[in-house]
């Protein structure tokens, strides 16, 4: 961005805190409320170092996003705010807080806003997050000409980031990998059985997740101990069973995971030939999340059965972690063009790139204007020709001196950006649009 | 005027549109999807012109020699094809099916369309039907075998864990062998009700019905070999691997049946494919 002496141009600062930043504690004194949004947007906006305002506030991060004569200045003001109304002292959170300026910042948003900022990359809540912090932002007045176009930018080239990478599209953790798996082999989930063997967090979180992806069959707990088989059923609206039914179970499961401590396998593959015959060879699909193995690998060779240990998942996982890897690569370049489209933007938002602008297309069309007419015309010469465009360039001037006295005195209290945006979109002096 | 004018840029349009579904599996983009089905679509109307031009020539349906026959099979495919584009859920399904109608198309603008005198005579609503049934038949029970072959190979992918290529890009087992069924349902049935018009025109124009023509034989042959499928399918709840493997198989020798018995066997279905 241009820094020479006679910048009138508000710069874009963002000072924010995220999940690689500040940890959860932290994360949830600054966090702002709705409601708190609103206020702080008002509070903040009504003093002079700070032109606009965007506050950005979900459970992985806090930012704000401000324009303003000089960014330091309304950062402090910013500080002195939060340290306030949380009644911290600043260096409680100075260390977690980044600062970003300029194409910086403009690139830090787009990032967000393209979900390559996330602790899951890729997951697509944030997006919505941000629609909704900005309409906070914009139905507190909070917002100008620079944030507006900074927002609309970070939707759309979001959106391209979307539609032209396969960020989102892959999963990246072991309950992601097996319903992707379950995916492949049922279609749809649909009424499909589950039966969970034993517990743990990743075997309960796979659970959760197929639910989660409308599984919504019948659900078999069998644990050792029955007590805890029973607890777990009631928070998954399931069935506890006995370890002894196991087999019996198998006939109508359709999904089983498997996550006990045994030494040894607990389902075998012969058991499973004559269970296969009785659900008349319906897909069975076995998730082994327990180290040593609970499911005996030879049920992979069985027609209709399907097997996937944790060292299988681990590898769709990484495979899948590789190719997100690639992706986002991509769409660091989509957001480099972008953030490099804005700041031709901005760059033309100053008073002398746009007078300059207007004139030029001015110009362009009076010399095409010119070179239509003049063929038609016979007795011209080329020094009446040369008259023509003297005197089309004193009425360009002429036109163009009351707009440019006004663009140079809008006044101290209005936002210049604000009719110099106007202009460029009045005269389609935007290159990209 | 020769009908191939007609039929090359079929066949152009119809190896855009395969290129079309290739670039489709390999890039999962929608865009060539479409791309794919609007060069098929517009391959169809031109072959469609040609047979509406053979058709109205001869007074009669254009299967008189194997170049009529090919043509006019791979004509009822794409119209399958096209038909069940909008009911269908394996898009991928182009990628097998599209090819196919462009090879067919090929081979039908190379063999030569020698004119021939039949004997059978040619105006019998039975024959019609005939005809019509036993080509759509071999329609679905052809693609019945592209979605067993893609369901083998998802199955692989599956299994051994290893091929990520083809997992991704493939639908799942659930929605392969549901479509492979259906289709196979659908074939066999227009196969049923299509051989029995046949029987009833065989008696209308030779005096009885059966007459262990090979033609006949292996009709027979490919028929009970759906039939058992379908049998095991619906009382032992035959599924996946075997059904595929199956289907696969139905289909080899239903085209030994459509060409093979012709070429080397001979019979009263010979002049059919004569060339």
Known sequence: ?433 | MTTNTLLIPALMLYLAGSAGYVLFFLVQKESWYRAGFISVLAGFLFHTCAIGYKYAHGGRLPVANLHETILFAAWILAGFFILIRYRGRVKILGVFAVPLVALMTGAAILLPDTIVNLKTPFNSIWLFIHIILIFTGEAALALACGTAILYLIQERAIKTKSNRFFFKRLPSLEMLDSTGYAFIVGGFTALTIGLISGFVYARQAWGHFWSWDPKEVWSGISWLIYAALLHERIVAGWRGRRAAILAIAGFIILVFTFLGVSLFLGGHHYEFTRW
């Open chain 1, 1 to 433: 961005m241009p820094s020479g002496p006679n910048r009138e141009k508000a710069r874009i600062v963002i000072a924010g805190i995220n999940h690689n930043t500040a940890p959860l504690e932290l994360r949830e004194k600054l966090s702002f409320s709705n409601g708190e949004t609103v206020e702080a947007i008002l509070e903040l906006k009504s003093m002079v170092e700070i032109r606009e305002v965007i506050i950005i506030s979900t459970c992985n991060r806090m930012e704000v996003m401000m324009t303003a004569d000089d960014p330091d200045k309304a950062v402090a003001r910013f500080k002195a705010y939060l340290s306030s109304t949380r009644s911290m002292p600043p260096a409680d959170f100075e260390g977690a807080l980044y600062i970003h300026k300029d194409d910086e910042a403009v690139s830090h948003i787009f990032k967000v806003a393209a979900s390559l900022d996330s602790m899951i990359v890729g997951e697509p809540q944030i997006l919505g997050q941000l629609k909704q912090a900005y309409q906070s932002a914009v139905g507190a007045k909070g917002t100008g000409v620079i944030l507006n176009r900074v927002m609309h930018k970070a939707f759309f080239t979001a959106k391209c980031i979307r539609s032209e990478t396969g960020i989102g599209s892959r999963a990246v953790s072991i309950s992601y990998a097996a319903v992707e798996l379950a995916k492949k082999i049922f279609g749809r989930l649909n009424e499909k059985t589950i039966l969970l063997i034993g517990a743990g967090e990743m075997a309960e979180l796979a659970v959760a997740h197929l639910i989660h992806n409308h599984a919504d069959g019948r659900r078999y707990i069998a644990n050792r101990t029955f007590a805890t088989g029973e607890a777990l059923a009631r928070r998954f609206n399931g069935q506890a069973i006995r370890f002894e039914e196991i087999e019996d179970t198998l006939v109508s499961a359709d999904i089983i995971i498997s996550s006990t401590g045994a030494p040894g396998f607990i389902i075998n593959a012969k058991k499973i030939k004559p269970v296969m015959r009785a659900r008349r060879n319906r897909p069975l699909f076995f998730i082994d999340i327990a180290v040593p193995r609970d499911i005996d690998p030879g049920i992979n060779r069985i027609d209709n059965a399907y097997v996937y240990d944790i060292d299988d998942l681990n590898g769709v996982i990484d495979e899948n972690m590789d190719a997100r890897h690639k992706e986002s690569i991509k769409a660091e370049r989509i957001i480099d063009q972008a953030v490099i489209r804005f700041r031709q933007w901005y760059d033309g938002l100053d008073i002398v790139p746009t007078v300059k602008a207007l004139h030029d297309r001015l110009s362009f069309i009076a010399d095409a204007e010119i070179k239509r007419t003049l063929p038609g015309l016979d007795k011209f010469s080329e020094t009446d020709a040369l008259a023509l465009k003297r005197m089309t360039e004193a009425m360009i001037k002429k036109f163009l001196h009351h707009p440019t006295l006004f663009l140079k005195n809008t006044g101290s209290h209005t936002d210049k950006a604000l009719y110099l945006d106007i202009t460029r979109r009045l005269f389609h002096l935007e290159p990209d649009e």
